[in-house]
């Protein structure tokens, strides 16, 4: 089992930055990949971003050059830094970690972005 808790969120204005953070806890094997989703009221949840234990990156279109993701392999953290936000950026934000071996998925509880236009 794995557990995940981000922070960072909150209320920004448009043309701001963020910070998120997700921490992994529990038996964490070494080939996952961890990543960022997001849901707007009334949407299906999107893939944001993603990050492999090997360093590979994958990023939603309408973010990319805007958003960055990062981890720290030694502390099981992954970041998203969220610059030049929009009001459609607006969203709850869900941490996501994926075991390769076993194909099991985990997820945080969310943290709220709010953009103000």
């Known amino acids: 089992q794995v557990q995940l808790v981000e922070s960072g969120g909150g209320l920004v204005q448009a043309g701001g930055s963020l910070r998120l953070s997700c921490v992994a806890s529990?038996?964490?094997?070494?080939?996952?990949?961890m990543g960022w989703y997001r849901q707007a009221p009334g949407k299906q949840r999107e893939l944001v971003a993603t990050?492999?234990?090997?360093?590979?990156?994958n990023y939603l279109n309408s973010v990319k050059g805007r958003f960055t993701i990062s981890r720290d392999s030694g502390e099981n953290t992954v970041y998203l830094q969220m610059n030049s936000l929009k009001s459609e950026d607006t969203a709850v934000y869900y941490c996501?970690?994926?075991?390769?071996?076993?194909?099991?998925?985990?997820w945080g509880k969310g943290t709220l972005v709010t953009v103000s236009s």
């Open positions: 996501n970690f994926n075991e390769w071996l076993s194909g099991a998925a985990y």
């Open positions: 529990g038996t964490i094997r070494s080939r996952n990949s």
């Open positions: 990050i492999s234990s090997l360093g590979y990156t």
